[in-house]
């Protein structure tokens, strides 16, 4: 079983529509979550961190479940321009250490189109 | 753009030929990751350096190794290139100073294709 574990997808979806990722994770002893951004052939770009208490930025929002290993992000009203691959990320690093080692899902693509 | 800049972009090698990547931090940064990402998957961590040492790897071989310099530059070498090694080889820069979690910026990648 893959420690993070994704629906590739791809996602059509029309603009304006709301859209929702989720992703399992099966260390419970992750320390930190997030959400990365990856355009075609482009590298991996920090979208926002995952809280279990959910946060949102804009038309995005995040939410973790801890309990259940679960996390996901909502996008709402899509833009053309949020057509991309969204990977959901675990840091499983040591606490006050330095080190951080991201374990990346395979990535879900979405297609909005116009 | 991140600051953190990887040369080549683009490589092609032969089966069991040695290649060696290179990366410069992002200015601040002391800490640098490798990642490896296959055409369709996600990144997988390679190996972490801080201090001029490899704090941490994941599960690849040890003809991938690397160095990190002075200036927090760094290299990734690998050594009887096989076809599998064919991916996108990511670099990734973060500064640590205590706590948590600090940011890692990615540099473009390099894209290594071996035949």
């Known amino acids: 079983r893959k420690e993070v574990e994704q629906d590739p997808g791809p996602f059509n979806v029309p603009e304006g529509a709301t859209v929702a990722f989720n992703c399992t994770y099966s260390n419970s002893a992750s320390q930190s979550f997030f959400w990365y951004r990856q355009d075609c052939r482009k590298e991996p770009k920090l979208l926002m961190s995952?809280?279990?208490s959910g946060n949102e930025d804009g038309r995005f929002t995040a939410q973790l479940n801890r309990a259940s290993q679960y996390i996901s992000l909502l996008i709402r009203d899509s833009k053309l321009s949020d057509s991309a691959t969204y990977l959901c990320v675990v840091n499983k690093g040591r606490v006050n250490t330095g080190f951080q080692k991201l374990v990346f899902g395979t990535g879900t693509r979405l297609l909005v189109s116009p | 753009e991140t600051g953190v800049t990887q040369s080549p972009t683009h490589l092609i090698k032969t089966r069991g030929q040695q290649v060696t990547l290179r990366c410069s931090s992002q200015?601040?940064?002391?800490?640098v990751s490798w990642y490896q990402q296959a055409l369709g998957q996600g990144p997988q961590f390679i190996f972490q350096?801080?201090?001029?040492?490899?704090?941490g790897r994941g599960n690849f071989p040890p003809r991938f190794s690397g160095l990190q310099f002075p200036n927090y530059s760094s290299e990734l070498n690998v050594n009887a290139l096989e076809l599998d090694d064919s991916a996108l080889y990511l670099c990734?820069?973060?500064?640590?100073?205590?706590?948590?979690?600090?940011?890692?910026?990615f540099g473009p990648g390099t894209r290594l294709t071996v035949l």
């Open positions: 995952v809280y279990s």
């Open positions: 200015s601040g940064h002391n800490t």
């Open positions: 350096y801080y201090r001029e040492e490899e704090n």
């Open positions: 990734a820069s973060s500064s640590f100073s205590g706590g948590a979690y600090n940011e890692q910026f």
